[in-house]
């Protein structure tokens, strides 16, 4: 009988010489780039905006984030898909589509939201006069998101890799200009978001027309196709948004906006491990899609014993992480942020079951039964409600920490069994002989 150690360390081997684990490595090099840029940030930002100010810039990124599936209802997420439908579509013209769609949603976004500003505000703690900024950064995020994905469904890493990283090298620079420079203080953060977001989803668009890449057209039944599988994943969205933000809302509310803004730099630390497993996503979910293709069992079984190389693989490097990071914060941050620490470690673990989620999920994409999503991330979401007004009230701001990490292993779990459901994968059958190559 082989040995299972070395079937471990074959498959390993495998792994680090594949196309794959190549393409995951440069999504990855990116996106670690991609918050090592801002990360250094830190020690600037942390000394010239205060703890409240920061709670500022997060509540208006919970905002950005609510309303951005209202805008594009997750139609770029649809042409991803429809990318692999294997000629159903003619794709500059499914773009165009989308485009259009997105055009007009965002504007009649910005209408209905006017009326309901000063309720907005009130709930949010938020000032009204800068409720405006909200659509505008959520519209062009939007279009930014549609340039990346037309870059990731082409397998195009460094082109993906350089714009989302000009983008991020912009923003910091404009944060420095309004903050450290015009001393602007949470409203510099916010307006120089505004500007360079603006500006990334221009020069998105104008790549794509070069490249030829869309048609500026509209199909009706394109856009069916494409709100058929979007809309059905809005509970999902919104669901998966309040898991990350609905905790900075209680904290607000039940603790106070100076802790809103402690909790948000422990928060961006903990989240380097989601980035790390969005990476890894990028490369994964096109790889996986033409292994599904092929549609052999021996693939298959090879895909899981990879999945669970990568689920020890994460859980490890997350706790290493959690417990080397506050050394290192400890000599980045100002003073008055020295308690975000505290923070990292259920946070990370927290994103380590985001990372295995990730792994999971994807067999309900491909099957397009994208619906039954909604049954495990809403009831999630509620679950996330609960145990953060009941932590936060019993353990206070680490609460929302803590409730963090058990929604994302409920959620994980759930998804996993929906998994199974919805495509057949041999998840407890993998140990049977392989004979194809990865």
């Given at each position: 009988m082989k040995n299972p150690t070395s079937s471990v360390i074959a498959l390993g081997s495998k792994i680090f010489k594949s196309s794959l684990f190549r393409a995951a490595g440069t999504y990855g090099f990116f996106s670690l780039l991609n918050k090592v840029i801002p990360f250094l940030l830190l020690p600037v930002m942390t000394r010239y905006l205060t703890p409240r100010d920061y709670g500022y810039t997060a509540v208006f990124s919970v905002m950005v984030a609510l309303i951005t599936p209202f805008i594009g209802f997750n139609t770029p997420g649809a042409y991803v898909r429809a990318y692999y439908a294997q000629g159903r579509f003619e794709m500059p013209r499914y773009l165009g589509t989308v485009f259009c769609f997105v055009v007009v949603s965002g504007i009649g976004t910005s209408c209905l939201l006017y009326p309901f500003r000063e309720l907005i505000g009130q709930t949010f703690s938020f000032p009204v006069a800068w409720l405006w900024s909200v659509p505008v950064v959520a519209t062009a995020a939007s279009f930014v998101l549609l340039t990346l994905s037309s870059w990731r469904v082409r397998e195009l890493p460094w082109p993906y890799g350089l714009f989302q990283n000009s983008q991020t090298l912009a923003g910091v620079t404009g944060a420095i200009l309004f903050v450290v420079v015009l001393g602007m203080a949470w409203q510099g953060r916010i307006l120089s978001q505004v500007i360079v977001t603006?500006?990334?989803?221009?020069?998105?668009?104008?790549?794509?027309?070069?490249?030829?890449?869309?048609?500026?057209?509209?199909?009706?039944?394109?856009?069916?196709?494409?709100?058929?599988?979007?809309?059905?994943?809005?509970?999902?969205?919104?669901?998966?948004?309040?898991?990350?933000?609905?905790?900075?809302?209680?904290?607000t509310h039940m603790v106070g906006m100076a802790d809103t803004g402690l909790y948000t730099v422990g928060y961006q630390i903990g989240m380097i491990i989601n980035l790390i497993a969005t990476a890894f996503n990028q490369a994964?979910?096109?790889?996986?899609?033409?292994?599904?293709?092929?549609?052999?069992?021996?693939?298959?079984?090879?895909?899981?014993?990879?999945?669970?190389?990568?689920?020890?693989?994460?859980?490890?490097?997350?706790?290493?992480?959690?417990?080397?990071?506050?050394?290192?914060m400890r000599l980045m941050l100002g003073a008055e942020f020295k308690e975000s620490s505290r923070y990292i470690l259920w946070i990370a673990l927290g994103y380590a079951f985001n990372g295995m989620y990730f792994m999971v999920v994807s067999y309900i994409f491909y099957a397009e039964k994208t619906a039954f999503l909604a049954l495990a991330t809403v009831t999630g979401a509620l679950i996330n409600i609960v145990l953060n007004y009941f932590l936060i009230k019993s353990n206070g701001a680490i609460g929302a920490a803590q409730a963090t990490t058990l929604t994302y292993f409920f959620i994980f779990l759930m998804v996993w069994f929906l998994s199974t459901r919805m495509y057949s994968m041999p998840w407890f059958d993998f140990w049977k002989k392989d004979r194809d190559n990865l």
């Open positions: 603006s500006l990334f989803a221009f020069l998105g668009i104008c790549f794509i027309v070069k490249n030829k890449w869309i048609t500026l057209s509209f199909d009706s039944k394109y856009l069916r196709h494409a709100l058929c599988f979007g809309i059905p994943l809005i509970p999902h969205s919104l669901s998966g948004i309040l898991n990350t933000s609905i905790d900075r809302v209680f904290i994964y979910v096109p790889w996986l899609y033409r292994k599904l293709n092929e549609d052999s069992c021996e693939i298959k079984r090879k895909i899981v014993k990879m999945t669970y190389v990568y689920f020890g693989a994460i859980l490890l490097g997350t706790l290493f992480f959690s417990f080397t990071a506050p050394y290192l």
